[in-house]
């Protein structure tokens, strides 16, 4: 399989994915401004949209979005925490998250990546509504080690990829401080640290 990424970008949930999966792929970096490969030729070409993550198939096919991404390679090993089993309502639940997540969550973040576009008004509108958002989370969230419970899931690495924007827009999570216990404990997970060194974001 090849993975079509950005450093830093949601294609690290996928990342997460794979690694706590076990899975081998390939790494194939998209600048996130010219929106070119290593050899220059166009990303759009594969993926008209110009977005991450990407992932082809070992025939050819090619799968987009994350959540849906992340759900098909949890399947490829059934008996995973990472996705529970089809007909489950604790996979439904888990669908919820990683709806929630993407309609809800990581729209807020979108515009705050372009605050220069935006007056002072509004750059304070959003992050009031993220806040809202973040809110919500950690009291779901509570004292559990993870968003399903005692396992971790697909969820949680989205979840841990915009935490750790969270970080770089100076969005302040002191006031919950069960997320940022939460990000910690994602983060020191081996495979979190395996996808954030491939991805270029520590370094040993």
């Given at each position: 399989m090849k993975l079509y990424y950005m450093p830093a970008a949601c294609s690290l949930s996928?990342?997460?994915?794979?690694?706590?999966?076990?899975?081998?792929y390939t790494k194939i970096l998209v600048d996130s401004k010219t929106k070119t490969l290593a050899d220059g030729s166009d990303y759009h070409a594969i993926n008209p949209r110009g977005q991450v993550p990407l992932l082809e198939l070992d025939d050819g096919m090619r799968l987009s979005e994350g959540p849906v991404i992340v759900q098909y390679l949890a399947d490829l090993k059934p008996g995973s925490t990472l996705i529970p089993p089809v007909g489950t309502m604790d996979r439904y639940r888990e669908l919820e998250w990683l709806n929630y997540l993407t309609s809800e969550v990581h729209q807020r973040f979108y515009p705050m990546f372009r605050f220069g576009h935006f007056g002072d008004d509004a750059k304070g509108d959003f992050r009031a509504d993220l806040d809202r958002r973040l809110a919500f989370i950690a009291d779901k969230l509570g004292d559990r080690h993870y968003l399903m419970g005692d396992d971790f899931t697909a969820a949680d690495g989205y979840l841990f990829t915009m935490l750790r924007w969270a970080g770089f827009l100076k969005v302040d999570l002191t006031g919950w401080p069960n997320l940022v216990a939460y990000r910690d404990r994602v983060a020191?997970?081996?495979?979190?640290?395996?996808?954030?060194?491939?991805?270029?974001?520590?370094r040993d």
């Open positions: 996928v990342q997460i994915t794979l690694n706590e999966l076990g899975l081998d020191a997970r081996p495979a979190v640290q395996k996808a954030m060194r491939e991805a270029g974001l520590i």
